[in-house]
């Protein structure tokens, strides 16, 4: 059994919704904020799974949401706290889960 947990930031679709079509990303002075947002967002992933790598079995990040996946229920608890705290530190929002399942790594891993 696997256990996951799922973050991602709020307000990312508002944020690209209210963009134009033709919107170009090479100036972004405008959206430092965000920016800066999902700098932290992934700074804080890299973190904590540096942290628990020794238990950590899969990490993907994205631009916007990350899953890290644990063999060990305390570890996911122990890095949903170490996100939550450096996330709210930082003013990240967020939204996110904790898991638990074979996310198919039954077959991936055997």
Known sequence: MYFAVF?????????????ADDYSFENDDDHLGY???RSEFHRAIQGVSKTTK???????SF?????LVYRHPKIVLLSTKLLMSWLYR???PIRGGIGYGNFGFDKALH
Do not use: P
């Not at 020794?54 to 993907?60: C, I, K, P």
């Open 35 to 37: 920016r800066w947002v």
């Open 54 to 60: 020794s238990d950590l079995v899969f990490v993907a």
């Open 7 to 19: 973050l991602d930031i709020l307000g990312t679709s508002k944020y690209f919704l209210e963009l």
């Open 63 to 67: 631009s916007d949401c990350a899953y």
């Open 90 to 92: 930082f003013g990240v």
